[in-house]
């Protein structure tokens, strides 16, 4: 089993900056490749972002590409997203999620993903 903690959440004003962090423990060694998805009121969950954990290959949603950049850091088996010029349609509930598996294409479906953490709210005024 992998264990997903997310931090870093909170209310920020339109083009300010959050970074969030994702910590993973317990089997982590078993870690292919981490996700951000995010769900905002009465919307369903949406692919973010995702990192291949050996390489550090990307991929993004349209919608965030050139403003949220996600990374890692293999020794403390954690994943960010920082997120820049947020807007108020960035507002949602965050989660990191983990693959367990090796992925030969991005996966970007909520199902491709076997852990989750509990979530964390980001909310941007305007």
């Known amino acids: 089993q992998v264990q997903l903690a997310e931090s870093g959440g909170g209310l920020v004003q339109a083009g300010g900056s959050v970074r969030l962090s994702c910590a993973a423990s317990?089997?982590?060694?078993?870690?292919?490749?981490m996700g951000w998805f995010r769900q905002a009121p009465g919307k369903e969950r949406a692919f973010v972002a995702t990192i291949r954990w050996n390489d550090g290959s990307t991929y993004y949603a349209d919608s965030v590409k050139g403003r949220f950049t996600i990374s890692r850091d293999n020794a403390k088996n954690t994943v960010y997203l920082q997120m820049n010029s947020l807007k108020p349609e960035d507002t949602a509930v965050y989660y990191c999620?983990?693959?367990?598996?090796?992925?030969?294409?991005?996966?970007?479906?909520?199902?491709?993903?076997?852990?989750w953490g509990q979530g964390t709210q980001v909310t941007v005024s305007s």
């Open positions: 317990g089997r982590s060694f078993s870690i292919y490749g």
């Open positions: 999620a983990a693959l367990n598996r090796p992925f030969a294409y991005w996966r970007t479906g909520e199902y491709d993903y076997n852990y």
